[in-house]
């Protein structure tokens, strides 16, 4: 007799409990588990939350930050749970918490990922029994980076460049030299090299060990830029609040962030190409470039009647 049955299993883990839940009876397989194994209530629990933290940082290899980032929102919704069966929340109940509530894009992002952690990798939970699933969106940033200047002039960066010492002035002539996200640059100062150029004889290239999307890194710098990024590498950390708040002893009105927007707006407004721009940081469409990043561009003039 042939079977044909599909698990829905989403790792080869539950698909092997499925297969031994088969193998013992076949005829009277179902997908659910056996009645006879009630679940119990599903709360988040201090261990749960640290189960999942874990598995960000390990797994999922996301940065310091972003796992605290990620802690203070769940302690934000265990406070809202109050000890309820997640299994049994709803999404109304979701949205009526969010309601005016600050910093939400982090919430839900957190919150999403909690539940798909719950369902892909603990399969303690089905997809009927995510509130967050296909319910849940996270909020764009993209409008508000269309209307905010991010941009800044070369002579606030060359101010805050000579004020600046030690891994703050390294930090910030990287980001200004290669267009980088700030957690690139940590990525690289943890296990990114100084590489020479392959086909440029002089030419130095700092290498990311991956980017967003998971893909290697590599941006060619100038030699003084090369010498500060070889100066960063090794350091155990490096945090995003004291780079901040040293930029801001400093006397600057920008953020790490700026350093992108502006790294495009300068490179446009010298002549460069958006298509090499965009290639260069890494976008896959020089729209992306001019539409979000660079901000105080203006396209080099060409020849005209006048």
Known sequence: MLYEISTRATSSRAAHEHLVRFQADPDGYKHAPPPDAPRAGLVLTDDLAIAFLTWSRDAKKNTPRWVRDQQRALIWW???FAGADLRAVKTARLLAALDGASGRKQLIATLKAFYAWL???????TTAEDPTYGQLKVPQSRPKQETMQKAISREEYERALGTLTGWQRDALEVLGGTGWHFTEL?????AGAVEAHPMQPGARVLACPQTKGGAPLRTQVSAPVAAAAERLRGRAELDYFRFRDGLKAAGATFNPGYLRHSVASWAINAGA???AVAAFLGHKSPATTRKFYATHAVPAKVPTLA
């Open 78 to 80: 265990q406070e809202r």
């Open 119 to 125: 369902r892909t990798e603990r399969h303690v939970i």
């Open 186 to 190: 940590v990525r690289f100062a943890h």
């Open 273 to 275: 190409d958006p298509a």
